[in-house]
């Protein structure tokens, strides 16, 4: 009897997970190639949102937690990231763990007081407290309110590689973000992760089995603001600014609408989000302020239409795992 | 004596808003006994089985479990105290597998549940127990199943799986056979008598007839009071819980 509930069970994992090794190496491929083909800088700026969107994902994807302030660990690993960059003349790599760093504290302070809250309370205590940060952002010397901390030095990483070069700074660029995305796709096919799906599953069934849900579901929102800061400091490098944009509540809607148009709980749902509104927002530049009525018009169409995201009903029609 | 009460509440009392659900009730549960909480509809007793799980806090009274007070715990904390209560509503984690639902319960006494850094293949050495316990209620075939598939019977049985993987000293469970036909009541009896050969079961049930062959001791509850206990015999036979359940009671 057991013999036979066992067959199926080692056939099926596999299975499972060989449709997400495969997208991975095409979009490894497609990031290595890309470069030769597209602007870099632009790729880079979309590597970066798009970890953005998976760590936020991390969190509404698969714990269910709606966090309507991740702006602020994305826009303060920026400031810390560039201030210690340009000020402190720290060499890249070390003045993007300070801005990670960073977020981790903020995000840890922040799930400390919302962790307890449930839906729309939960999202409304994220977004004060990213507003308040906000307001400290623009009246705080060191960010440069208004005008941002520009001329951020790109510097030389370890001290050796001169990132002033594009494709140096693309390589490392790559390799953070592809780094971060093997971490996010573990810690989802974790331990941890498990749990974390039963808690999104029946909370009540997992306090009952002597889990302290608000533990994992902190852990969780730690780790979420964490990346959300890698993905932020990265960017100051990149585009060796940090500005109020990043820190303020309409970045914390993008992040909301790449990771929906992209597929909710889908581990590629975000970077496939996170390419198509940049690729818009660059193409629609010419059109200025419509481009704002463009994606609420595609947030609707989303809400209404396909649910799923575009890679959840991709998974949905190749009955595939994404 | 006290060594034999496992669990037992002192004027444990709960109202909502001015309506008293729980009344005073003063409960002795005896180690290694099927204990069944019964009442009609509205008797307070899945009000009375939260209090004792912690999902609700108590307005008065105190709760004690192995000589210990409990009142003031966190439910997860008297859940590792060996105290595990299923619900109402078949507490399975619908998109998981039968075999992943077990693993969950499993996991958590191994103390590697943070570890966000491993492989879930680490879940594996689980496997063993968790399909012996999945082989003991009856699911071998079901084990590769989402949950959520499964028959109404079935995620019953599972959720007992999950709660067994515990190893608890003592279970609750929240009207266990509600909704289900004949054939399902009887094996879910079958399995709760050879899973309480070694624990102690506090059940809540609605129909008297149901816990006839299954229980050692009867609590029968009205208007959050109690109105009677005994074996089976001493409860149908009194006129005040035969007038509570109006001839439900041997329906």
């Known amino acids: 009897m057991e013999q036979v509930a066992e067959a199926p069970l080692r056939a099926a994992a596999p299975a499972r997970t060989r449709s997400e090794t495969i997208a991975f190496l095409i979009m490894a491929a497609i990031l290595i190639i890309a470069p030769f083909f597209t602007y870099p800088l632009f790729l880079m700026q979309v590597m970066c949102f798009a970890l953005f969107a998976c760590a936020f994902n991390l969190l509404i994807g698969y714990v269910g937690l709606l966090s309507f302030g991740h702006a602020l660990y994305f826009g303060w690993a920026s400031y810390v990231c560039a201030h210690a960059a340009k000020v402190w003349g720290l060499t890249p790599e070390l003045a993007i763990i300070a801005g990670t760093l960073t977020a981790a504290g903020l995000g840890l302070i922040a799930g400390l007081l919302a962790i307890r809250r449930q839906g729309i309370y939960f999202a409304m205590i994220t977004l004060a407290l990213a507003q308040m940060m906000y307001f400290f952002a623009l009246q705080a010397k060191f960010t440069g309110g208004e005008d941002g901390i520009q001329g951020v030095p790109r510097g030389k990483l370890f001290g050796v590689f001169d990132l002033g070069h594009t494709m140096t700074m693309y390589v490392v660029v790559l390799v953070i973000f592809l780094g971060c995305f093997l971490l996010i796709h573990r810690i989802i096919n974790s331990p941890f992760g498990e749990v974390l799906k039963a808690i999104r599953e029946n909370e009540a069934r997992a306090i009952s089995l002597g889990y302290k849900t608000d533990r994992y579901k902190l852990m969780a929102f730690v780790l979420s603001a964490t990346l959300a800061g890698t993905a932020g400091a990265t960017k100051a490098i990149v585009l060796q600014i940090a500005s109020l944009t990043d820190v303020n509540w309409p970045m914390s809607g993008e992040v909301v609408l790449m990771t929906l148009v992209g597929g909710l709980g889908t581990i590629f749902g975000p970077v496939i989000g996170a390419f198509v509104i940049l690729t818009m927002q660059y193409k629609l530049a010419p059109v200025g302020e419509w481009v704002l009525v463009i994606q609420g018009v595609i947030f609707v169409a989303c809400v209404l239409l396909f649910r799923r995201g575009i890679v959840g009903e991709l998974a949905r029609i190749f009955k595939i795992k994404l | ?251």
């Open chain 2, 1 to 251: 004596m006290n060594n034999d009460i496992i669990l037992e509440t002192e004027d444990l009392t709960k109202e909502f808003a001015g309506f008293v659900a729980v009344s005073g009730v003063s409960l002795k549960v005896a180690r290694g006994t099927i204990h069944a909480l019964i009442g009609p509809n509205g008797a307070g007793k899945t009000t009375c089985f939260n209090l004792l799980t912690k999902f609700l806090a108590p307005t008065k009274g105190r709760i004690r479990y192995k000589g210990r007070d409990i009142t003031a715990l966190a439910p997860a904390d008297v859940a590792r105290l060996g105290l595990v209560r299923s619900f109402q509503i078949s507490a399975v984690f619908p998109h998981m597998t039968v075999l992943e639902n077990v693993r969950i319960a499993l996991q958590r006494q191994r103390g590697t549940s943070f570890d966000f850094w491993r492989s879930s293949k680490t879940l594996d050495q689980y496997n063993e127990r968790a399909l012996a316990l999945i082989a003991d209620v009856g699911l071998s075939s079901f084990v590769e199943w989402q949950a959520v598939e499964l028959p109404y019977g079935r995620k019953r049985a599972l959720e007992i799986a999950t709660t067994l993987a515990l190893d608890p000293e003592m279970m609750l469970l929240d009207e266990p056979m509600a909704g289900m036909g004949h054939e399902d009541i009887d094996r879910i009896a079958a399995l709760i008598k050879r899973v309480a050969a070694d624990r102690t079961v506090l059940m809540v049930e609605h129909n008297l007839s149901v816990v006839e062959n299954l229980c050692d001791t009867i609590t029968v509850l009205t208007r959050g009071r109690v109105l009677a206990e005994g074996n089976y015999e001493t409860v149908s036979n009194n006129p005040e819980v035969r007038e509570a359940y109006m001839g439900t009671g041997h329906a």
